[in-house]
C-alpha cells in the first residue's frame, strides 16, 4: 500500500511553454501533498505543501506564479511550470501523506527545458 | 531556528558495517526520518523514530537520542547496492502552519568492492 504515482516521468520542452506534472496517491487519500525539486547532487528543496481544497503554502523564494499548484482531490495534485526556461530544468518529486508521520514519495519527473 | 547536520560523504566496503550520524535543532520534536536515496530515483522510507533507543530492521537499524539532538542509521553486511544517498529529515511547520520536512544535505556512501 502507500504507492503514489507520477506523470510523467520525463518530459522535454521548448522555452517558453508549460509543462504540467500530475501526482496521484492510488491506494490512499492524501490529506497533504508535497513538491519537491532537486538539482543534480543536491539536496530535495521543498517548493511548497499543499492541502486538498485550499491553496498552496509556497516556500520562500518559489515563485506561486511560476509554479502553479492545484490541489483538486484526496488523491491528486499538479504541478504547472509556467513559461519554462532552460533554468528550470530539474528533478521535480512529490509526496504524499495522511498523517505527519508518513511521507511517500513518488517517482519523480525529469524536465528538460531547451 | 531549525537545523540539520550529516557528514558529506562516506566510504565503506561491502560485507562491513557503516554508522551515519545525524544532529538536528528543531523547535518542538516530532521524530525523524530516516531516507534513501539513489542517484536519479525518489527517495524511499528507511526509518521513523520517535523515541529514544535503537529500533533495528533488518540490515538496517536507526538509533534517537532526543536530549542530544542525534541520530544515527547503522548498515550492516554492507551491499553494492546500499551505496546511496541517505537523507535525514525531522518534521516541522510551514509558514500556512502545515506540516513538512526539514531535510539534511544528505550523506553520499560509496560501498567498495
Known amino acids: 500500500g502507500a504507492v503514489v504515482s507520477q506523470h510523467p516521468s520525463w518530459v522535454i520542452c521548448k522555452s517558453g511553454t508549460s509543462v504540467k506534472i500530475e501526482c496521484r496517491s492510488l491506494?490512499?487519500?492524501?490529506?497533504?501533498m508535497f513538491w519537491y525539486r532537486q538539482f543534480p547532487k543536491q539536496s530535495l528543496m521543498l517548493m511548497a505543501t499543499?492541502?486538498?481544497?485550499?491553496?498552496?503554502?509556497?516556500e520562500q523564494g518559489v515563485e506561486k506564479d511560476k509554479f502553479l499548484i492545484n490541489h483538486a482531490s484526496l488523491t491528486l495534485s499538479t504541478l504547472t511550470v509556467t513559461s519554462a526556461h532552460p533554468e528550470d530544468s530539474s528533478f521535480y518529486i512529490c509526496?504524499?501523506?495522511?498523517?505527519?508521520?508518513?511521507?511517500?514519495f513518488g517517482p519523480g519527473t525529469r524536465l528538460t527545458v531547451l | 531556528g531549525q537545523n540539520i547536520d550529516q557528514p558529506t560523504e562516506m566510504t565503506a566496503t561491502e560485507g562491513a558495517i557503516v554508522q551515519i550520524n545525524c544532529t538536528y535543532q528543531?523547535?518542538?520534536?516530532?521524530?525523524l526520518f530516516w531516507y534513501q536515496q539513489h542517484a536519479g530515483e525518489a527517495p524511499t522510507f528507511l526509518s521513523y523514530?520517535?523515541l529514544d533507543g535503537l529500533e533495528e530492521k533488518g540490515r538496517f537499524s536507526s538509533f534517537l537520542s532526543r536530549s542530544k539532538g542525534y541520530s544515527y542509521l547503522l548498515l550492516k553486511e554492507l551491499q553494492m547496492k546500499d551505496s546511496a544517498s541517505y537523507l535525514c529529515?525531522?518534521?516541522?511547520?510551514?509558514?500556512?502552519?502545515?506540516?513538512?520536512?526539514?531535510w539534511g544535505l544528505g550523506t553520499s556512501l560509496a560501498v567498495n568492492p
Open positions: 509526496s504524499a501523506s495522511r498523517t505527519i508521520n508518513e511521507q511517500f
Open positions: 491506494d490512499f487519500q492524501a490529506t497533504t
Open positions: 499543499s492541502n486538498e481544497g485550499s491553496k498552496a503554502t509556497y
Open positions: 528543531t523547535s518542538g520534536f516530532n521524530g
Open positions: 523514530n520517535v
Open positions: 529529515a525531522v518534521p516541522s511547520k510551514n509558514a500556512g502552519n502545515n506540516r513538512k520536512l526539514i
